[in-house]
């Protein structure tokens, strides 16, 4: 055309940030979250699927996690309303919770899973649009939701296929980590700036240690780089308050429990918050969830600034080999906690909630790099085209194949270079091959190629015992559905 | 806090023409997809789930229907880079198609699921975001292509519970209509003006009728505002070609193609475009899809301007009664056809493509409108609570009652108020009720409550037979799943 001069070609490109997922990545992710959503279901959980477009006021905007205050959404303006495509699942709940208040059941048990988009610099393993798969309940003000949630979250992963010894559901309290900051001295307005530094402080603690922590809970830390970090400026007794929560974690729960109840003595939020501990883990462990599962574990100090009580988080503990080639264990797939100020924002009215999102990718990742998803070749039979005219014989053929539920396809590109067509077979990781030319249909027979044993034959061809073994078959075309099951069955 | 009065609260509303989807809506409509993409993969069609979002170049910037050309997308600068949200699933493809060419089989057969944005003016039952149900193959130029789609839409149809005779596809060739736009006349290149008319004019044959059409081929057409449409000012001759090419339809294939054939003599574009349409009937009626489901039928013209070849639309043909109270036929839920020009825009090359698109919210709510999906009341089992203190009980019961596979749940609302605890049982729909206290835990029973016999003991209570009719027991705790269970299966 003339007009193909003058315009230039746009570019075929994902945008930056951005994925094509193909084939087994969208299906073996469409099965675990539904296998999620029937453990959902099974606690109470009602789906909800909001659009991926809110106002940006109705959104915020900006993402709740202190850690990243800059973080951004994709916004623009439709006339006079800024619109923003959702962040996470749990500001658009927020927005229907308030929005339908009248109409839904209180407490509200709602499940939610889809994509949701962050406007964050691409980069390696940095995602613009990801999965999240969330559960909340709306309205409970009873820590037996909080208990219930870390239940379904045990549920959950065993049902995906974690096995049970290889997760832990660690729990803490926020109000826990309040008192013991009372108990330090630092619970007045004036040492907000040092309780965030002693917040940030603990939160390293996997990545500086002990000694780390305690030189940021100090003067300052001067790190590998030389730069100095300054500290919060505590007194020995102050930090040795603060040690003592990071270190309270003991061999049962009741002994952490106890070890906290000593941590907190005089602050009215630390005791309220290690008896909420204790009766989460007493709920719990009547109903079988022991600590092989769910364990109180004060090092958890997750988004400090949107959670006001119980927090968790699922842990996987198997160790993988890392980009590095270190072995290291496989780490968090899911957290979540309660919080109560996001309805606040619409209507005024404190509503308590809680709930838990499941990293979709990661949880994903774990269960490939345990071999817990086994990927069967799932190729299709593939009926190759020998004779063109004979086309209503060959979907004849398939559509025989796909009634007995085996998946399979006719080859449509063009049928003249049949090596081509065995390409094509081995690109689509084809099981089997049908032929059938002039010859086969006048004497009323099909080839089936046992394609997995051919490939097994070419590899092991100068093995005695390889040599005169068989991958193709004439059977007669009544009896074409049952070999083809056959060597399914026979290839596993 | 001191900041709310000067920040007015964030109103809590959905954005205009979008929408949020609970419960069974959103549960049905992912069962429906399961099944489709269930199909489809035994097709051979593999998952392919892009980003929502691509750039607007590879997007490029208006949908394909001629009928809206100013129909857009939502869009947004990103440093040097437009980001849209993709419109349909089509576009996606052709980029993808492009940018893995190298990597991907072919022919690549690939289906996609996920909502689609328009930036259209919210109306009723116009949404600015919805689903789609791809199914595409590229690369591959044999009509056996289009016909096994054809066969794959039926099957998909039936699967998800549309009874075979309650749909038709239709099937009809782009090529034929421009056959016989050459016999009448209008092939030149100074006929494109008449040629859109004539073509909109057919596109209006439902609406206007026989004689409607007649006039917009002609001279013009006034209708009942008393606004005038001018007309293609074609002969009463050509008129006559058009008007037999819309009537074309006979009683059998085989006599539709004999017409069509009749028509289009002469025309070589027209007389290749008859003979496809007899290939694609004789491929499908060999695989036994007959004219019971599957017919020729000139009338079908859609998205003239984006089709090269064969076209095909699926017809729910039962009726069903409209907004203002007319009986009418359910109508169109899916079509498609095929398409060339969609990667040429990127690559240069023509490669030929065909595939369908499913209307997910039609069908679904034809399945709704016919009673196909029978929306059991999902509401979990609802274990009530009597006294707080026992809440490891309660929730040892629901965890007893979820492991036999029984949706249920504690109430997690304030217990104070027993009547509230039955409100939220009813909102819930919930099929029964556990009740203990004090005096249950203490014999060792639990009160299980049969809410829906329930509910109908109170609509017939002055009838004799319904008087004595219990509908609470009292059974021992260790047999509560099973009581439970057996209430729920004789409530069906």
């Known amino acids: 055309m003339a007009s193909d001069k003058k315009q230039p070609r746009p570019k075929a490109v994902t945008p930056k940030g951005f994925q094509d997922y193909f084939g087994a990545d969208v299906t073996e992710r469409a099965a675990m979250l539904a296998k999620i959503a029937a453990v959902y279901h099974r606690y109470g959980f009602d789906a909800l699927e909001t659009s991926a477009v809110e106002t940006v006021e109705a959104l915020g905007k900006f993402l709740p996690d202190v850690d990243r205050p800059n973080e951004g959404v994709f916004a623009w303006q439709e006339d006079a309303d800024w619109l923003a495509l959702r962040y996470d699942l749990t500001a658009p709940l927020a927005r229907v919770a308030a929005q339908y208040r009248n109409d839904l059941p209180s407490p509200y048990r709602r499940y939610a899973m889809g994509p949701v988009w962050r406007n964050e610099k691409p980069g390696p393993g940095r995602f613009r649009q990801f999965y999240q798969c969330d559960a909340d309940t709306v309205g409970a003000a009873s820590v037996a939701a909080d208990a219930e949630i870390c239940a379904m979250l045990a549920d959950c992963l065993e049902e995906v296929g974690i096995a049970r010894g290889d997760y832990v559901i660690r729990v803490n309290n926020r109000k826990v980590l309040n008192g013991v900051l009372e108990v330090a001295g630092l619970s007045g307005d004036d040492k907000d700036a040092e309780r965030g530094i002693v917040l940030r402080a603990i939160d390293k603690l996997d990545r500086l240690g002990v000694a780390g922590v305690r030189a940021l809970l100090g003067e300052g830390r001067k790190d590998e780089s030389g730069d100095f970090t300054k500290g919060a400026g505590l007194s020995q007794a102050q930090a040795d308050v603060v040690i003592g929560f990071m270190e309270a974690k003991r061999d049962t729960g009741a002994a952490t429990v106890a070890r906290l109840a000593e941590l907190v003595a005089g602050s009215p939020i630390g005791v309220a918050g290690v008896a909420e501990l204790d009766e989460i883990a007493g709920l719990l462990s009547a109903q079988g969830y022991g600590p092989d599962r769910i364990v109180i574990d004060p090092s958890v100090v997750r988004g400090l600034g949107y959670y006001t009580g119980p927090v968790f988080e699922a842990e996987l503990t198997f160790e993988v080999t890392d980009e590095k080639g270190r072995l290291r264990n496989f780490g968090s797939v899911a957290g979540g906690g309660r919080y109560d100020d996001l309805v606040k924002r619409f209507t005024g009215q404190e509503v308590p909630a809680t709930g838990v999102s499941i990293g979709v990718d990661r949880l994903l990742a774990a269960l490939r790099a345990t071999g817990r998803i086994t990927s069967a070749s799932a190729g299709p039979v593939i009926v190759t085209v020998m004779d063109r005219a004979h086309m209503a014989d060959y979907q004849t053929m398939v559509a025989e194949l796909r009634k007995a539920g085996i998946r399979s396809e006719v080859y449509l590109g063009n049928p003249k270079n049949f090596g081509n067509q065995l390409k094509y077979a081995d690109k689509r990781a084809s099981p089997v091959a049908i032929i059938a030319g002039g010859d086969e249909f006048a004497k009323g027979v099909v080839q089936i190629k046992d394609l997995i044993l051919?490939?097994?034959?070419?590899?092991?061809?100068?093995?005695?015992?390889?040599?005169?073994?068989?991958?193709?078959?004439?059977?007669?075309?009544?009896?074409?559905?049952?070999?083809?099951?056959?060597?399914?069955?026979?290839?596993?």
Do not use: C, F
């Not at 051919?454 to 009896?479: C, F, H, M």
């Open 454 to 492: 051919g490939a097994q034959i070419a590899k092991n061809a100068t093995l005695e015992e390889w040599k005169d073994r068989p991958s193709q078959y004439e059977v007669s075309r009544d009896q074409m559905v049952a070999k083809v099951r056959a060597i399914l069955d026979g290839q596993g």
